[in-house]
């Protein structure tokens, strides 16, 4: 009788231990979740930061990540990623497939709208749909010769539109996002590298043309201080041959005038009349004459 009173006791102690032990769970530092209750199927609005705590036998957590998780379409995708490169056409009707990979996370408030909207076992599936649907439709917003010009700028509005679309509609933020590559067909990248090369050429060609300008600037002004010089000197030796000329016809009036009258001076002492004064200036020149150059006529 006693042995079995013992034994309900004990049962009873071991259960009621169990039920506590059971009564407590726990969420990792990389885990978010909500308190369900698999009793009435309902669960708490409250979401749940990391730590244990005591929820009730009936209770257990249903577990979110709390960290940033990747999506990726890439070409040699494996086990563990999304999805190949996304395949879409631009606004001109060119074929592009998409190498792209983006991180979400979900937001702690909105954990109750998340998984009373898309649930806890499908909603990544759905998060990499609503994401294949959002950038295959910005492709189409512009032309292939856009996709090549201004990557930067189709990137910045994808992420934006990602962003925007799983704020609304997916309960998560999108904090980063990769545009890795862009594949437009083979003949349209020919093309477009072509005239790239082209563009190249022109800009040297404008270079080439620039420095050549210069130069003959350069030529130019020389050739204009050349001639500056040149006239400079001409100028320069016009005045010294003026100055010269001058200076010379000074000394022959000055020497003429003495001459004159020295043959004033020569006529009053000599009482010469002009004629005979004539005929003494003759002979002197006749004798202080070289006589080889000399000829007279008699
Ligand atoms: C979880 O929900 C149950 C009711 O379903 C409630 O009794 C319990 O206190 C909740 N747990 C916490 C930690 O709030
Ligand atoms: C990229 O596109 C935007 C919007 O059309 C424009 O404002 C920007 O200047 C472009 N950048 C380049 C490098 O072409």
């Known amino acids: 009788m006693q042995c079995w009173l013992i034994s309900v006791v004990v049962v009873a102690v071991s259960t009621m231990i169990l039920l506590f032990l059971f009564s407590f769970d726990s969420l990792e530092y990389q885990q978010i ?20 705590y ?22 040699d995708w494996a086990e563990g990623l999304q999805g190949p490169a996304l395949q879409s056409r631009t606004k001109d009707g060119l074929t592009v497939r998409l190498e792209v990979s983006f991180q979400y996370k979900l937001i702690f408030n909105e954990l109750y709208n998340l998984w009373a909207t898309l649930g806890h076992d499908h909603y990544e599936t759905t998060f990499t749909r609503m994401a294949m649907e959002q950038l295959s439709t910005a492709t189409t917003n512009h032309n292939a010769h856009f996709f090549f010009r201004n990557r ?24 980063f996002f990769q545009l ?3 594949h437009l067909p083979d003949d349209f990248e020919d093309a477009i590298r072509e005239t790239q090369v082209q563009e ?6 404008r270079l080439e043309q ?3 300008k210069v130069t003959f600037a350069t030529e130019v002004l020389k050739a204009e201080q050349a001639v500056k010089k040149i006239n400079n000197q001409a100028e320069g030796e016009a005045t010294a041959t003026l100055t010269k000329n001058r200076a010379y016809c000074e000394q022959y009036k000055y020497t ?5 009258d020295a043959l004033e001076g020569v006529i009053a002492a000599s009482a010469w009349t002009a004629p005979e004064l ?17 000829l007279i006529r008699i």
Not at 278 to 294: I, K, M, Q, Y
């Open 278 to 294: 004539l005929d003494f200036l003759g002979l002197r020149a006749v004798r202080d004459h070289p006589s080889e150059n000399t």
């Open 180 to 182: 890795r590559t862009v």
């Open 200 to 205: 190249q050429h022109i800009h040297i060609a």
């Open 54 to 75: 005591y929820l009730g036998v009936t209770n257990r957590f249903i577990k979110f990540p709390r960290t940033v998780q990747s999506v990726s379409f890439i070409d």
């Open 33 to 52: 979740g909500l308190n369900y209750s698999f009793l009435s199927e309902s669960v708490e609005k409250e979401p749940y930061k990391p730590g244990r």
């Open 256 to 260: 003429q005038e003495l001459q004159a």
């Open 152 to 175: 930067t700028y189709v990137s910045t509005e994808m992420h934006r539109k990602l962003d925007e679309h799983f704020r609304q509609h997916a309960f998560a933020e999108v904090p």
């Open 210 to 212: 620039k420095k050549k």
